[in-house]
């Protein structure tokens, strides 16, 4: 069964530092780009950042650009995002999400989600 | 505000058909980018509904389909059930942005 769990969620003061990690399992994980998507309370989705099967590529949001930083360790099946200078609006559940498409990846789309980490943000 | 806008609700009786718009412009949908949906029960994660413009995973009943057109995608649900009332995205790829998008999200309400 092909299974997402992040984990490293919590909550902070503005200007912190958090690290999420994602497990993967059920699927060859080298071969797939992975992603993070991130959910305001109440509201919508949002995507953060994508990061190719290699890891020679990443990819972010300009609302964490420069502040946060994807990576992977395909040895070990797993996913990170490195939370620095956090902000409340940064406040969110975050999804793990397994990337496919055909082609390049302006193709892709997000077919296994994890059931996310809760980040929280404030004073 | 969304990149790509969608209605924030729709409703439909049991049965019924309903269509969900997700409306872009010349650097995402317009470029040609698949458009791509989602699913997503209150309180649960995300779930992929169709990818490609028009192909449904395995699970997903025939009774979605989707549509692309210019700037704009739609998803038509048929035979309304109860247990289709849930939040839908839609997703695509905007090359101004250089980045995945989605829009803000439909609430579906089966009276």
């Known amino acids: 069964e092909v299974q997402l769990l992040e984990s490293g969620g919590g909550s902070l003061q503005p200007g912190g530092s958090l690290r999420l990690s994602c497990t993967a399992s059920?699927?060859?994980?080298?071969?797939?780009?992975m992603a993070w998507v991130r959910q305001a309370p109440g509201k919508g989705l949002e995507w953060v950042s994508v990061?190719?099967?290699?890891?020679?590529?990443?990819f972010y949001a300009d609302s964490v650009k420069g502040r946060f930083s994807i990576s992977r360790d395909n040895s070990k099946n797993t996913l990170d995002l490195q939370m620095n200078t956090l902000r409340a609006e940064d406040t969110a559940r975050y999804y793990c999400?397994?990337?496919?498409?055909?082609?390049?990846?302006?193709?892709?789309?997000?077919?296994?989600w994890g059931r996310g980490a809760l980040v929280s943000v404030s004073a | 505000q969304s990149v790509l806008t969608q209605p924030p609700s729709v409703s439909g009786a049991p049965g019924q058909r309903v269509t969900i718009s997700c409306t872009g412009s010349?650097?995402?949908?317009?470029?040609?980018?698949?458009v791509h949906w989602y699913q997503q029960v209150p309180g649960t994660a995300p779930r992929l509904l169709i990818y490609?413009?028009?192909n449904r995973p395995s699970g997903v009943p025939d009774r979605l389909s989707a549509s692309k057109s210019g700037t704009s995608a739609s998803l038509t649900i048929t035979g309304l059930q109860a247990d289709d009332e849930a939040d839908y995205y839609c997703?695509?790829?905007?090359?101004?942005?250089?980045?995945?998008?989605f829009g803000g999200g439909t609430k579906l309400t089966v009276l």
């Open positions: 999400a397994k990337a496919r498409g055909a082609g390049h990846y302006s193709n892709w789309f997000f077919d296994v």
């Open positions: 059920g699927f060859p994980f080298r071969t797939y780009g």
């Open positions: 990061i190719t099967g290699s890891g020679g590529m990443t």
């Open positions: 010349s650097s995402n949908i317009g470029a040609g980018y698949d």
């Open positions: 490609g413009d028009n």
């Open positions: 997703q695509s790829y905007d090359a101004s942005l250089s980045g995945w998008v």
